[in-house]
């Protein structure tokens, strides 16, 4: 096991009609005059919080405690900088103090970047280009959907709406003061979603599962137990949409699986994700969609050349032996629920490959990847085995 540093101070309201305790806990956690979030930034999605009656909860919750705040909805799948800007100019009009986001990873995500620019005074897009986020407005949560697990990570990103560019960036004082998580609030969720949801958990753990460093039972069997409870759960959710307890386990799986408690003390690999962006980024496909099309391509090459963790994956997780048994398992189960499994379902052709490649921003001399290395002509070679 690696020496690690870990903090995770979010504080978590788990279960029903927990969003009620939005004006409390950002009275609680506020940075404000009187300590109590002076002026917050409501931050949200589409139209689905005001269809659903959270909008109005959440707004009362606020004037109940004599909360001040100021809207910005519009966050997007793959949250985009155009938005990022608005929010922080609002900011540093209205003297905001706090950022309240209610929604998913996208929001959550947007809503961190404004923090971090609100109190910056180049451009935002520095963070997201290599440059430390050490200030940041603190952020509260509440959050809609189980998936990108942003809910109790310190990480965000963001599309550049110009370039087409999909970067992430993270720091300590991103991690969210607080997080209401009500399960019943992923209930209305398409099942599209709950899958592209799902997969996302399960890939956040693969990318600190596969991992060459060794003795690291105590993490191992943690992302196990993550990956076996959303297999478990999330076709119980799928035939029953309203099952609160398949929803609460997904949800908890979703914080567990990203605010690094399974990643710490062994090397993270990372090349999924970053093979996914430029499918999201150019061709708009779902986040948990494009994984479930990227994920399994890559195991198939890089097992190959390392098969150390594959068959512990086969057995542990899928209880089957072999590592080849053990991928097509995990690829039964992702086309039982619903997921693509051709970068063609998103639009993506062979002359594409190219362009996904230098977003990636890998060369035949520089690679990524830390399980198995890869560079420019690995990764065209697992993109052209996902068409």
Known sequence: MLNFSFCSPTYFEFGKGTEKEAGALVKRFGTGASGAGAKILLHYGGGSIKKSGLYDRVIASLKESGIAFVELGGAQPNPVSSLVYEGIELCRKENVDFILAVGGGSAIDSAKAIAAGAVYDGDFWDFFCGKGVEEALPVGVILTIAAAGSEGSVNSVITNDKTQEKRGCGGEVLRPTFAILNPELTQTLPPYQTSA???????????????????VEVTDRLCEAMLKTVIYETPRALENPDNYEARANIMWAGMVAHNNLCGVGREQDWVSHGMEHPLSAFFNATHGAGLAVICPAWMKFVSKINPFKFEQFAERVWDVKGVDEGIAAFEKFLKAIGMPSSMKEFGVREEDIPKLIEHVGVGEEKTFGSYVKLNASDTEEIYKSAL
């Open 197 to 215: 949801g799902s997969t996302d958990i399960i890939v956040h753990v693969l990318e600190r599962y596969f991992s060459n460093t060794k003795e």
